[in-house]
């Protein structure tokens, strides 16, 4: 039996059923999975978003956060030779890929990357961009989180031949079912148990209190709303390290909640009874969430976005803008006052999110991993070019 090891920062909630269906598939095929991870950084312990993934695929190992915060390195290099093939996140923050990726270069172990491929952060330093682009093709195999990383990828010089475009996903039957189910007197009873009027236009965001998010953005913006819409209300749900400072901006708002990190049902619930998911700063998966729960999702045309904000379509299934608040808080407004345009959006919405599911992602992910695992075998073949005489055998 072949043994994969992928090797995680942390254990995101979120990722714990695609890595339960994955070694489900993977054992099918005759491969075992085993997942490490650390536990969290001091920074992000207050985003409450971890968790511990079962043993025996879960393998928690000891994580040592350097610099502050910025460097980490597991003690998992011996672990790793015992694979016959490791998968690690893309980065150079990420100490122990310093070791194992010379001996992906030299063919001594098959080490994967899976990741963004693209650095599309702000305050990039020159050294570490030189070594992430110098890298890139180091790797035994490429797990690209959507296909717009796949072509940058192949743009920098990567194999096709060796790039799996995974489609980046979550697992959102959950969101999905429990929008579908819920009733109308629960959606009200959710309402008022929010101290939200039965019919106030309401929209919701889901995701960090971090700098990269713009939630000041989004409350400076929901003020202008509110001053057109005057039955509007704003749901927050997340946590991080902006908590204290966002708790201080609406104090004197009644009308924005603020309700701390919620998962599942309880997500799931809240965004049943929200009009349009709102998320100025920078986008990732929550775009699926949007999809799952019929919202379109309105946001900032910004060059951090993750890859997969490539699933946005304009107009079908959401609305960007220029990163200016009154350009936003404009465009909340119209959409807001124009019901059979929310309705077509939320419609393309449901549609986009059968697009994208983990079930695809896990299809995606395995044959990478069995295409990485057992390469075609190449045989030299001779042909003769026009007007060549075959001197074989002579």
């Avoid at 992906?104 to 070594?131: C, D, M, P, T, Y």
């Avoid at 019901?339 to 983990?358: C, F, M, N, Q, V």
Wanted: hydrophobic fraction near 40%.
């Amino acid at each position: 039996m072949k043994k994969v090891l992928i090797i995680e920062a942390q254990m995101k909630q979120y990722r714990v059923p695609f890595y339960l269906l994955l070694r489900d598939v993977l054992a099918a095929n005759g491969i075992e999975l085993r997942v490490a991870y650390s536990d969290p950084p001091p920074s992000e312990v207050s985003r409450n978003d971890t968790c511990n993934l079962p043993s025996p695929v879960g393998l928690k190992v000891p994580g040592y956060w350097l610099w502050p915060d910025r460097l980490l390195y597991q003690p998992l290099l011996t672990t790793a030779l015992f694979f016959d093939l490791v998968i690690v996140d893309q980065g150079n923050r990420f100490l122990l890929n310093h070791f194992l990726l010379p001996l992906a270069r030299v063919g001594a172990r098959k080490i994967a990357f899976w990741g963004l491929g693209e650095n599309r952060q702000a305050g990039r330093i020159v050294f570490s961009e030189w070594h992430r682009l110098k890298t890139l093709n180091w790797a035994s195999w490429w797990f690209a989180y959507t296909k717009g990383t796949a072509g940058y990828l192949e743009q920098h010089g990567v194999p096709s031949s060796k790039i799996t475009a995974v489609q980046n996903s979550v697992d959102t039957k959950e969101i999905s079912s429990c929008v579908k189910n819920l009733t109308a007197e629960a959606r009200l009873a959710i309402r008022e148990r929010t101290g939200i009027p039965r019919t106030a236009p309401t929209g919701i965001y889901c995701g960090m209190l971090d700098k990269v998010k713009s939630v000041p953005f989004l409350i400076e913006a929901s003020r202008i709303i509110k001053a057109k819409l005057t039955d509007f209300h704003l749901i927050l749900l997340g946590g991080g390290p902006e908590q204290q400072a966002i708790e201080a901006l609406i104090r004197e708002h009644p009308w924005i909640h603020l309700l701390g990190p919620r998962f599942g049902k309880e997500k799931a619930e809240f965004m049943a009874i929200s009009d349009a998911l709102l998320a100025p700063g920078r986008v990732g998966l929550v775009v699926l969430d949007a999809f799952a729960a019929g919202l379109p999702l309105l946001t900032t045309r910004l060059p951090i976005h993750g890859p997969e904000f490539e699933y946005l379509e304009e107009e079908q299934n959401g609305v960007t803008t220029e990163p200016r608040i009154e350009a936003f808080a404009d465009a909340v407004i119209r959409l807001f006052g124009e019901p059979d345009r929310l309705r077509h959006l939320k419609e393309g919405a449901r549609t986009s999110a059968e697009k994208y599911s983990i079930e695809a992602m896990v299809e995606n992910f395995r044959s990478g991993i069995h295409q990485c695992l057992h390469p075609p075998r190449w045989h030299w073949s001779y042909s003769k070019l026009p007007g060549e005489r075959d001197i074989r055998g002579h």
